[in-house]
Every structure is written in C-alpha cells, then in structure tokens.
C-alpha cells in the first residue's frame, strides 16, 4: 500500500514560519513527483507548488513564491514544505501529492494524498 | 494562469439519477483535465485523469469526458456515497488550477 504520511497541525503567529513534512511508505519517493495543494477552510484546492524528488528541480506558485520552500530527504523518504512570513490567509489544509506518473512529470494528476496538515495562523 | 470554471457550484439530484459536471478552460488544454472526488474532512481522491481515463478502483458508473476546452464528468446512477464535492484541475501548463468544485446534494 502507497501512503503519505503528514505531520501534526500547526499554530502560529503572523509573521513566523511552518515546516509540513509528508513521509512515504510503499513506494521509492525518488520515483515520483511530489506538489503541495491546499484548502482554506469551506474553499477550494489551490496549489502551491511541485518539485522533482530525482532533481530537486521546484516550481513554485506565483502566490507564495518567494515564502515557500519545497525539499526532501530521501534518506527517510520524506518531503517538506516550509511556508514563511505567515498571514491569516495561509490558514488552510495543506496537503502533499504523488504524481500519477514517474519520472519527472511537471504537469501531472495527483493519485496519492497525505490526510492533510492544519495550519491556523493567528495573534 | 489557465482558469477553470465548474458549473454548477452545486446540485440537488436523488439516488439513482443521472448527474452531470461541467468544467471549462480558459484556453484550451487539450486532454490534460483530471477530476476529484472529496467528502467532508477527507482529502480528494483521483476519479479520472487524462479526461476520460478511470482510475483504479473508481466505478464504472463515473465518466469523463472532453477535450480542448470543455469537459464533463457524468455520474450514471448516482449512489448515496457518491454525495460530495467535486473538482476539475487542468495540468497542461504551470501553475496547476483547480476548478471551483460542485457540491453534490442529495433532494
């Protein structure tokens, strides 16, 4: 069975930072791209980003460019995502995606989620 | 950015009825348009991709369909766990957009 595992939800202020880690079981995480998509609560998906585990190559939505990171450890076959300079409207579950296809699809379906990360950013 | 919009936001339908989602592109993206299924706390879960191809483990009862601009998803027969929301994402071109979701109602 192919899983991806998130961390614990979040509280933080406005202003700090979030790191959302995602391990994967079941399957080589280096095989696979992996994106982030989240949901403000009662909205939409919205996505924030992809990056090539193989190449460490990362496209970043336009949106949270230049707050967000997206990395990995492939010794414990987890990736990560790090969302900086918080505001209220970063509050929303964040989830990390497996690609469909191997390789390094940039455009791709999402056939695996992780259950989700809460973040709440609040004074 | 490509934009998707889902007609309708929502719908009202019975068990049993014959239930039809559209999604249109703000340009076209050629069969690249996969279709989700989420319920309330859950995280989506992939029902069709590259259009109209089923995904493993997904009822023949869902289909896809489309091209270019315009796709649909129709659900033929529709089942008491088939109430939920749904959403459209094109992935022809960065930055992945989703449509706005249909929330399936039961009347």
């Known amino acids: 069975q192919v899983y991806l595992v998130q961390s614990g939800p979040e509280v933080k202020k406005p202003g700090a930072s979030v790191k959302v880690s995602c391990k994967a079981s079941?399957?080589?995480?280096?095989?696979?791209?992996i994106s982030w998509v989240r949901q403000a609560p009662g909205q939409g998906l919205e996505w924030l980003g992809w990056l090539s585990v193989s190449n460490a190559l990362t496209y970043y939505a336009p949106k949270v460019q230049g707050r967000v990171s997206m990395t990995t450890d492939t010794s414990t076959s987890t990736a990560y995502m790090e969302l900086r300079s918080l505001r209220s409207g970063d509050t929303a579950v964040y989830y990390c995606?497996?690609?469909?296809?191997?390789?390094?699809?940039?455009?791709?379906?999402?056939?695996?989620w992780g259950q989700g990360t809460m973040v709440t950013v609040s004074s | 950015d490509i934009q998707m919009t889902q007609s309708p936001s929502s719908l009202s339908a019975s068990v049993g009825d014959r239930v039809t989602i559209t999604c249109r592109a703000s340009?076209?993206?050629?069969?690249?348009l996969n279709w989700y299924q989420q319920k309330p706390g859950k995280a989506p879960e992939l029902l069709i991709y590259?259009?109209?191809t089923l995904e493993n483990g997904v009822p023949s009862r869902f289909a896809g369909s489309g091209s270019g601009t315009d796709f649909t998803l129709t659900i033929s027969g529709l089942q008491p766990e088939d109430f939920a929301n749904y959403y459209c994402q094109q992935s022809y071109n960065i930055p992945v957009t989703f449509g706005g979701g249909t929330k399936v109602e039961i009347k």
């Open positions: 340009q076209s993206i050629s069969r690249n």
């Open positions: 995606v497996r690609s469909l296809n191997s390789g390094s699809t940039l455009g791709d379906a999402y056939d695996v």
């Open positions: 079941g399957y080589s995480l280096t095989n696979y791209g």
């Open positions: 590259a259009a109209s």
